[in-house]
């Protein structure tokens, strides 16, 4: 079981260019969260998707992000015209199920916009 | 809303020294979980321990284990014998039942730094 993978691990954006970062969860999980860390901080939720549906976006900013989670495929954050402030940690965690009570995290990726 | 608080932003402590991380949490659900998450400089989120709220039992796992006053809504994590590899960001955090919609809620993280 390969965990959950996320990639790229990392990634260097300038102003105004599309970041994707995908996540693929463990075999047999479902559900998937995106989380960002920012620099001194603890993860904040963003967004819960299950296969084809976004249960939750309330964590994610109304503008320039989105999220899917294809019926086949990863996960994909998608920002677009990246921004200073998009410079940050990106973690997925997938669950095999809404009843779940725990969650497994990927590695994260780190964005770094110049 | 829930919220989760660690109020020591670092610890330092010599290799073999027990070490306790504190955290405090708000919510007003009657049932949840608790979780230690370890993230060391690789940034990788690893999972030290978990505690139901319906169970009076401290968690324990090895050299972890946490005291949980669900009255005082703290929950802190002993580590006994500390190791060099024990160095590392932990963040304390809180999961509603069922995972909710919003899944975990973080605290900001206590940097513990075990010196050889």
């Known amino acids: 079981n390969a965990g959950v993978m996320q990639n790229p691990r990392h990634l260097v954006r300038r102003r105004g260019q599309e970041a994707r970062l995908r996540c693929s969860p463990m075999?047999?999980?479902?559900?998937v969260y995106w989380y960002r860390q920012l620099p001194e901080e603890g993860l904040k939720f963003m967004v819960y998707?299950?296969?084809?549906?976004?249960?939750?976006e309330s964590g994610m900013p109304k503008e320039r992000f989105s999220a899917e989670f294809p019926k086949e495929g990863p996960s994909i954050l998608r920002i677009q015209q990246v921004v200073r402030g998009d410079s940050a940690a990106y973690f997925c965690?997938?669950?095999?199920?809404?009843?779940?009570?725990?969650?497994?995290f990927g590695a994260g990726s780190r964005l770094t916009v110049l | 809303a829930q919220t989760v608080t660690q109020s020591q932003p670092e610890m330092s402590v010599q290799e073999a020294e027990t070490v306790t991380l504190s955290c405090t949490y708000d919510?007003?659900?009657?049932?949840?979980?608790l979780f230690w998450y370890k993230q060391p400089p690789s940034r990788q989120m690893i999972l030290v321990i978990r505690?139901?709220?319906?169970?009076?039992q401290n968690a324990t796992e090895n050299r972890f284990s946490v005291n949980f006053q669900k009255a005082a809504k703290s929950f802190s994590l002993k580590i006994s014998d500390s190791q060099l590899g024990d160095t590392a960001m932990y963040f304390c955090?809180?999961?509603?039942?069922?995972?909710?919609?919003?899944?975990?809620?973080f605290g900001k993280g206590t940097h513990l730094i075990i010196q050889p």
């Open positions: 965690a997938s669950s095999p199920s809404a009843g779940a009570n725990v969650l497994t």
């Open positions: 075999k047999g999980h479902s559900h």
């Open positions: 998707l299950q296969k084809e549906n976004i249960i939750d």
């Open positions: 919510t007003s659900e009657n049932n949840y979980y």
């Open positions: 505690q139901e709220a319906y169970k009076q």
């Open positions: 955090a809180f999961m509603k039942p069922g995972g909710g919609a919003d899944g975990l809620t």
